[in-house]
């Protein structure tokens, strides 16, 4: 039996009445990758922040790599997620803040690394401004790079895709499987099945806080693409 | 079918003036309501009142004391007017001075009507900020300066000079605010006319300067003049203001409209991060590489990175050392405070990364640094900012500012570092807590958390208890004084970073 990254049981958020979250279960082995759909308010980045730690599940378990998460740095150090937009350092430039968090991660902020990410990212001739004079979509670019900038053993991504353009889109996704091929876990929420397709990840398609049931030949029909290798996904009733 | 979507505009169309644009806007709003309520109105009033009868005598004193100055003084009262000469054109260009209220600058601004009529309020509003200061200044020029008695007419002649002179400065803003280009020397100028004034009157004070005689009234035909050139000058501007591009009223009734949202919301950090926006805006960076064999101290390489580029932030907080010194021609408490403030603002320069990350934890966990370990490493920089300022202003203080002998120079280093403590905590302080229950005292209900906010850090204060009572009694301290000051700032530091930041997560 592989090893688990998140395994999620029971997982239910309630914000006062209202049900965000009811009953999703799954587990995602280390190497694998699972994406998460549904529509808006279906309770994807309450998923994803459950599993961060950055919300306490109103009931249900939760456990990243064996253990809850405490969002300790020492978590942190295996985890790299994009749940939340970031206030950027004010007097940084794009490329320092991608070095910044290179260097505090491990790396060389020398080693072509951080070059390499600027470049594939559309981001390179903007090495020298700082994050505040970026586009919303530069913007996400940039904090893309950094998550990549560094090791993870999770990336946990809320929506990678919004505010992309069309054409840097795949390139993200080559990255992700980069990051898949070298061993690194991935949970995502996305809205785009072009991209969850160009990923080839498994899904687990989310309505109104619970998961869709599954049919006996594949997904929920939502045509974001198959359940396959690298996760087990179960939902209760809708 | 009718159509919907309205033909190409046709040349030779007649627009609405903004007058009667704004009219319609405020006859719609009455409809709605009055804007200001019949209790409003009484608190307003009654606070004004307070106000009158609280600080009135007080105030009335300040500006028209019993005596005019002593002549050794009178070097510094013109010196004094000369700043608040200069520091009236610094608030005018950091208003803008023209400026429109957020509704206005969506809908009224991009519309097709007469400009003139549309900026003309805004360029009353800046004409009377500067009359009026203007005439307060006269009138505290005069008080001090002029031999007495004063005519009505003679001081009608010193308030109409002051008054004109305010709205020449105001329409030397609205020019520089027109072509920011052409008078960007004015912005790099003022404050550097208010260190050198800083300096003449730490001068005066050391070594006396020679004294103007008492003032005579200015002479009718030159106030006529002055009066004379202001109002065509005034014309000129009214004129121009249709030239004024768009583009020069976005940030400065952005910044008002933030500056409104502070004081509606009662949240003074907005204050910070907005005036730290608008610095790094201006400013092009080039990418410095960080050093990687100093991993473990990326905070401080981060910090030493943004000290660089402040550099002229350091240039002026080492220009303004003297400050303390300055003010011990006030009350006592007055240098001590001015220490206090001047020594958390040299620690606070760097610490701007620290307040992003107490309100936005997402790039420290990036990062993957504790919170303690963060708040020490981000504390480093502060620390020998604050030491070396304190230091220089406790020194100044003890040569110009008629202390009893003592090593002031070294209690200033040893207070330092809890200087720089009480900047770390206001950093960590973040948005005011409005959820706090109200507390009922004879007055009525006040909220506790704009007071908490306040006071936020202030505690750090009994561990500079040596150094603030040398200052305030004032007594000559001892070697012993410093030696306790040292132990207490190791003790405020290593209390603080022990039991008052989080050593798991990374969250400050």
């Known amino acids: 039996m592989s090893e688990i990254a998140v395994a999620v049981v029971g997982l239910r958020v309630t914000y006062g009445s209202l049900s965000v979250v009811r009953d999703v279960d799954f587990d995602l082995p280390v190497g694998g990758a699972l994406c998460l759909v549904g529509e808006n308010g279906a309770g994807k980045s309450t998923v994803l922040r459950c599993v961060t730690g950055l919300v306490e599940p109103t009931a249900g378990s939760v456990r990243v790599f064996g253990a809850p998460p405490d969002g300790t740095a020492a978590f942190w150090r295996r985890v790299v997620a994009t749940v939340e937009q970031p206030g950027w350092y004010a007097g940084l430039t794009v490329r320092e803040h991608v070095e910044l968090v290179r260097l505090a991660g491990g790396g060389d902020p020398a080693d072509g690394r951080v070059y390499d990410l600027l470049k594939v990212l559309g981001l390179h001739d903007l090495g020298d401004g700082t994050p505040d004079r970026l586009s919303s979509g530069e913007r996400q670019r940039l904090l893309l790079a950094a998550a990549l900038a560094r090791p993870a053993d999770l990336l946990v991504l809320d929506e990678p895709e919004q505010r992309l353009d069309a054409a840097i889109r795949p390139v993200v996704a080559g990255l992700l499987r980069e990051h898949l091929a070298g061993g690194g876990s991935l949970l995502l929420a996305s809205h785009d099945p072009a991209f969850v397709a160009v990923l080839g990840c498994p899904v687990l398609k989310l309505h109104s806080g619970s998961p869709l049931p599954q049919t006996a030949d594949g997904p929920a029909p939502d045509g974001t693409g198959p359940v396959g290798d690298g996760a087990s996904v179960s939902g209760g009733p809708v | ?508």
């Open chain 2, 1 to 508: 079918m009718t159509q919907v979507v309205e033909r190409p505009t046709r040349r030779g169309s007649t627009y609405p003036s903004a007058r009667r644009l704004r009219a319609r806007v405020r006859r719609q709003r009455a409809q709605r309501g009055r804007s200001l309520s019949l209790e409003t109105l009484y608190v307003l009033v009654l606070t004004v009142a307070m106000a009158v009868a609280l600080a009135g005598p007080r105030l009335g004193l300040a500006l028209w004391p019993a005596q005019p100055a002593a002549s050794a003084d009178r070097v510094a009262v013109l010196l004094l007017l000369a700043g608040g000469a200069a520091g009236l054109v610094l608030l005018l260009r950091g208003l803008g001075p023209l400026f429109l209220s957020r509704d206005e600058l969506t809908w009224l601004l991009p519309a097709p009507i007469p400009r003139r009529g549309l900026l003309l309020p805004a360029l009353i509003r800046a004409l009377t900020i500067g009359a009026i200061a203007g005439s307060v200044l006269a009138l505290v020029g005069a008080a001090r300066l002029a031999a007495r008695p004063i005519a009505g007419a003679d001081l009608a002649g010193w308030l109409s000079v002051g008054a004109a002179g305010g709205v020449l400065l105001a329409l030397l803003a609205v020019a520089a605010q027109r072509g920011p280009g052409y008078w960007r020397w004015l912005d790099g100028s003022l404050p550097a006319i208010l260190v050198v004034l800083g300096a003449a009157a730490l001068l005066a004070r050391v070594h006396p300067l020679p004294a103007p005689a008492a003032g005579a009234p200015p002479p009718l035909p030159v106030t006529i003049g002055v009066v004379a050139v202001t109002a065509a000058l005034t014309a000129l501007a009214v004129r121009g203001l249709a030239r004024l591009p768009d583009a020069r009223l976005y940030e400065p009734s952005a910044t008002v409209g933030s500056y409104l949202d502070a004081a509606y919301a009662v949240e003074p950090s907005f204050l910070t991060d907005l005036r730290e926006r608008r610095y790094w805006r201006r400013r092009a960076l080039r990418t410095r590489p960080l050093l990687p064999r100093r991993r473990w101290l990326v905070p401080v390489q981060q910090d030493l990175l943004v000290l660089r580029r402040r550099g002229w932030r350091v240039a002026w907080l080492l220009a303004v050392t003297p400050l303390p010194a300055l003010l011990t021609a006030g009350p006592r408490w007055l240098p001590a405070l001015a220490l206090v403030v001047g020594a958390g603002t040299a620690g606070g320069v760097t610490l701007d990364a620290l307040r992003r990350d107490a309100a936005h934890p997402a790039l420290l966990r990036l990062l993957g640094l504790t919170g303690r370990r963060a708040v020490t490493l981000r504390s480093i920089v502060p620390i020998l900012l604050a030491t070396v300022w304190s230091g220089l202003a406790v020194a100044l203080l003890g040569l110009l500012g008629g202390l009893p002998p003592g090593p002031w120079w070294a209690l200033g280093l040893a207070f330092g570092p809890t200087a720089a403590m009480l900047a770390v905590r206001r950093a960590r302080a973040g948005q005011i807590d409005n959820a706090l229950p109200l507390i009922d005292t004879p007055m009525g209900a006040i909220a506790p958390g704009p007071l908490m906010w306040l006071t936020n850090g202030a505690d750090v204060l009994l561990f500079a208890v040596p150094t603030l009572f040398a200052l305030l009694a004032p007594v000559s301290p001892a070697w012993g004084w410093v030696g306790a000051q040292v132990v207490l700032s190791a003790l405020a530091l290593a209390g603080y970073l022990n039991f008052g930041v989080d050593r798991r997560r990374p969250q400050v």
